[in-house]
Structure formats: C-alpha cells, structure tokens
C-alpha cells in the first residue's frame, strides 16, 4: 500500500527565514510527485511534478527536489503569502490514483 | 476561466437525507475524480472516472454514487446521509490518468 508522510505538520516562520518542507513516500515504482498548495476555503493548486530521482523544480520562492524516498519542498526568503498548507502526492506505475499525505501548514509571520 | 465548479458551496443535511453534489469542467479534461478532505486524514478518493462512460471507486466509496453525465460534468450522489459523512468535498479533474488534478472549491457538508 502506497503510504505518504509530510513533516512537520505545522511549521511557523519568520518573513525571510528560509526552511524546507518533507515528504517521504513509500510506493512499489514512482511514476510521479505531485506537490500542491492549498489556501484555507480553497481547493489544492497545483505547484510541481517530478518524475525520477535528482529532478528539480522551481517556481518563484520555491525549489522542489526528489530523491528515491523522499521529495523536500524548499522555501527561500518566504513572504506571509506563502502562508498556506502545502500537500504532497504520488501515483505508482501500476495505477493511476494518487495518495496524498496529511500536509504541513506553513505560517510566515511578517 | 472558470475551471472546475462545484455546486452547492454549502449544506446542511439531516441523517438519512439524499443530495448530489455537482461538478463541471470546461478544460476538456478527460478524467474527473471526487475527493474527501477530513482532518487527519488528508484527502481521500471516493470515485473517479478516467474516461467519458467510465466509472470506478476509490478509497472509500461506501455510502456514495457516481455518474459522469457528460465529458464535463462528474456528479456523486448520497443516497442516505450519515454523520461520518460529514466533511468537505472536493471534485477535481485532469487532462488524463497521472497527470495534475485541478481542484474544484469545494462543496463543505454537514450531517446532523
């Protein structure tokens, strides 16, 4: 059974104090990660794919990596308006669902 | 760009009621999932349809029926609410299998 664990659940910042987010994922053969954010009231948006092991993203204040257990979401310089929870998910080779984990809510204070 | 719409936003059930939650996409997308959110337990998948005519349940699908109307719309209905029911539903849909889901807003429910 695919099984995906984010760390930490709640994670607070200062405006500017750089961190990253974890996800560790257990599944039989990767065939994608899936990082979200997503707002209070709101439905997830999605922020990155990756595909194999050594895979980066970037997109504004945040750089996703992957390795062959775990993918971190790294946060550099955040603004309060990365304030949100942050989800990650995977789908296997053999099949299509995607499982995501709990989450970790970020809170930048300004 | 209106994306994926849910409808209603908001409801309120009394145990052993019906409803069905409705949800359309104008992306053209192929594949429509319908997701539950509850504290603790992250988002879980009730039914999906990959394709137009098909339909097949996910995580937890007791309780709940589907039906993908058209290549827009994906409606899950409740036949007869429970309490356990209670939690905020999310509909989302993607281009194909494996490929990034565009959520809805959510329709938030509650059973009493």
């Known amino acids: 059974e695919d099984q995906v664990t984010q760390s930490p659940e709640a994670l607070r910042l200062q405006e500017g104090e750089s961190s990253s987010l974890n996800c560790s994922y257990t599944v039989s053969g990767l065939r994608g990660l899936f990082w979200y954010r997503q707002d209070p009231g709101k439905g997830p948006e999605f922020l990155f794919t990756l595909y194999s092991a050594g895979e980066e993203k970037e997109k504004e204040r945040l750089k996703a990596t992957l390795t062959k257990k775990e993918s971190f979401l790294h946060i550099t310089a955040p603004k309060p308006e990365d304030s949100a929870t942050y989800l990650c998910?995977?789908?296997?080779?053999?099949?299509?669902?995607?499982?995501f984990g709990e989450g970790t809510q970020l809170t930048v204070n300004p | 760009n209106a994306g994926v719409t849910q409808t209603p936003k908001f409801q309120v059930l009394k145990t052993g009621q019906s409803m069905t939650l409705q949800c359309a996409q104008d992306m053209n997308h192929n594949s429509m999932y319908w997701y539950r959110q509850d504290p603790g337990m992250g988002l879980r998948l009730i039914y999906y349809?990959?394709?137009?005519?098909?339909?097949d349940k996910g995580e937890v699908p007791n309780g709940y029926n589907v039906s993908r109307l058209n290549k827009r719309e994906f409606s899950l209905r409740l036949e007869s609410a429970a309490p356990s029911q209670t939690s905020v539903y999310f509909c989302?849909?993607?281009?194909?299998?494996?490929?990034?889901?565009?959520f809805g807003n959510g329709t938030r429910l509650t059973v009493t």
């Open positions: 349809s990959a394709s137009e005519g098909t339909t």
């Open positions: 989302a849909s993607s281009q194909r299998d494996s490929q990034p889901l565009h």
């Open positions: 998910a995977v789908t296997e080779t053999s099949g299509s669902r995607l499982t």
